[in-house]
T-cell receptor, first 113, second 112 residues
Framework: GDSVTQTEGQVALSEEDFLTIHCNYS??????LFWYVQYPGEGPQLLFR?????EKGSSRGFEATYDKGTTSFHLRKASVQESDSAVYYC????????????FGQGTSLSVVP | EAAVTQSPRSKVAVTGGKVTLSCHQT?????MYWYRQDTGHGLRLIHY???????EKGDIPDGYKASRPSQENFSLILELASLSQTAVYFC???????????FGPGTRLTVL
């Protein structure tokens, strides 16, 4: 079945460090890919999405590029801040589904001043 | 602004007891969802609904029932709660055919 794999379970960085969270997916056709962010005590909220090969999604300094060749959608940010501390989820909606989100395991990001 | 609320925000239940989690949305969305969140598993879909009075099974429906009495309300029912159902539960809503789902703040359920 369709699946999403996030390599890092936890990431600890200092402010102004470069962030990469790896996301690989398995799905047929062209799924829509998402990054969601979850702050403590809240539900996940959409960061951005991408629907086509080579499309770049971005928001709040975060970005990811849809790569069908490597089935990846890695999240990157050039300079993280303490306020970026949260759990980040990579997710997909299969091309055959009405709106059924499939989530990765989540990556907990902790940024210290 | 879109709003999804859940009640209660936390609950402690006994094994074998009945638990009902409630969700209310003011987004005028057709679709509603119930997910559970567990460390190491992310969020997994339990049940969903695309119209009032109808529910569909998600990926992990066993041990759960759902009820959608109106467009705004969607409940998750655990008839016989078990220890393995200790988790955080999230409700979400979305427009028909829309990609973005709006999540509630979650309910932390502890089954003892």
């Amino acid at each position: 079945g369709d699946s999403v794999t996030q390599t890092e379970g936890q990431v600890a960085l200092s402010e102004e460090d470069f962030l990469t969270i790896h996301c690989n997916y398995s799905a047929s056709g062209y799924p829509t890919l998402f990054w969601y962010v979850q702050y403590p005590g809240e539900g996940p909220q959409l960061l951005f999405r991408a629907s086509r090969d080579k499309e770049k999604g971005s928001s709040r300094g975060f970005e990811a590029t849809y790569d069908k060749g490597t089935t990846s959608f890695h999240l990157r940010k050039a300079s993280v801040q303490e306020s970026d501390s949260a759990v980040y989820y990579c997710a997909l909606i299969p091309s055959s589904s009405f709106s059924k989100l499939v989530f990765g395991q989540g990556t907990s990001l902790s940024v210290v001043p | 602004e879109a709003a999804v609320t859940q009640s209660p925000r936390s609950k402690v239940a006994v094994t074998g007891g009945k638990v009902t989690l409630s969700c209310h949305q003011t987004n005028n969305h057709d679709y509603m969802y119930w997910y559970r969140q567990d460390t190491g598993h992310g969020l997994r879909l339990i049940h969903y609904s695309y119209v009032a009075d109808s529910t569909e099974k998600g990926d992990i429906p066993d041990g759960y029932k759902a009820s959608r009495p109106s467009q705004e309300n969607f409940s998750l029912i655990l008839e016989l709660a078990s220890l393995s159902q200790t988790a955080v539960y999230f409700c979400a809503s979305s427009d028909a055919g829309a990609y973005e789902q709006y999540f509630g703040p979650g309910t932390r359920l502890t089954v003892l």
